[in-house]
């Protein structure tokens, strides 16, 4: 069936340096997309969302870039910190399951000094 | 900001008992709320869709004998894991709607022996 899924399983940073984790997904009908940051052993963190009628939406120190024709997410974290290693996951809202989240295959950020 | 509250964080069974994961709403009331079930280095992958007054959504290959949803009240839905087994064992986090966007539990780790 249709899924969101990632591009890169592992990304690794230096402290300081931009980041960039990438989503595409596959059902042309969600207009509901929202990145997460699950650190170990806990549940899904709210980092920012965005909705279909937009293509970018900038939040503190994040920015969520939305490409409807090529089905495309990315997730920016300006000045990454150690604190933002975890792993990201992008969500889309999909309408068949009461509204539920469908999760991509996440990735997996790890920020070095 | 909406809270879900989820508990037990963890706990550890004998293959053949039942195990029952509590979620709750504590500042908002959900008539739906969200099973997932993520096991290491995987995504979360949905379950089942609660509904309060009513029977459950189940995720195709979800077994609804094995997991057993109630959800009761508005503000209290509970998985209940029957004649668990190993294979079983795996991180379950519920979620719900508040008025604006998902907000998830922090999840329960579950190991079956």
């Known amino acids: 069936g249709e899924s969101v899924g990632l591009h890169l399983p592992t990304l690794s940073v230096q402290e300081g340096d931009n980041s960039i984790i990438n989503c595409a997904y596959s059902?042309?009908?969600?207009?509901?997309f929202i990145w997460y940051k699950q650190e170990s052993g806990k549940g899904p963190q709210f980092i920012i969302d965005?909705?279909?009628?937009?293509d970018k939406r900038q939040g503190q120190r994040v920015t969520v870039l939305l490409n409807k024709t090529v089905k495309h997410l990315s997730l920016q974290i300006a000045a990454t910190q150690p604190g933002d290693s975890a792993v990201y996951f992008c969500?889309?809202?999909?309408?068949?399951?009461?509204?539920?989240?469908?999760f991509g295959k996440g990735t997996s950020l790890l920020v070095t000094p | 900001g909406a809270v879900v509250s989820q508990h037990p964080s963890w706990v550890i069974c004998k293959s053949g008992t039942s195990v029952k994961i509590e979620c709750r709403s504590l500042d908002f009331q959900a008539t739906t709320m969200f099973w997932y079930r993520q096991f290491p280095k995987q995504s979360l992958m949905l379950m089942a869709t609660?509904?309060?007054?009513?029977?459950?959504?189940?995720e195709q290959g979800v077994e609804k004998d094995k997991f057993l949803i109630n959800h009761a009240s508005l503000t209290l839905s509970t998985l209940t894991v029957t004649s668990a087994h190993p294979e079983d064992s795996s991180f379950y986090i519920c979620?719900?709607?508040?008025?604006?966007?998902?907000?998830f539990g922090s999840g329960t780790r579950l190991t079956v022996v």
């Open positions: 965005i909705r279909s009628n937009m």
């Open positions: 609660s509904n309060e007054g009513s029977k459950a959504t189940y």
């Open positions: 059902n042309s009908a969600s207009d509901y």
């Open positions: 979620s719900a709607k508040p008025s604006y966007g998902y907000t």
């Open positions: 969500a889309e809202k999909v309408w068949n399951s009461g509204y539920a989240l469908n």
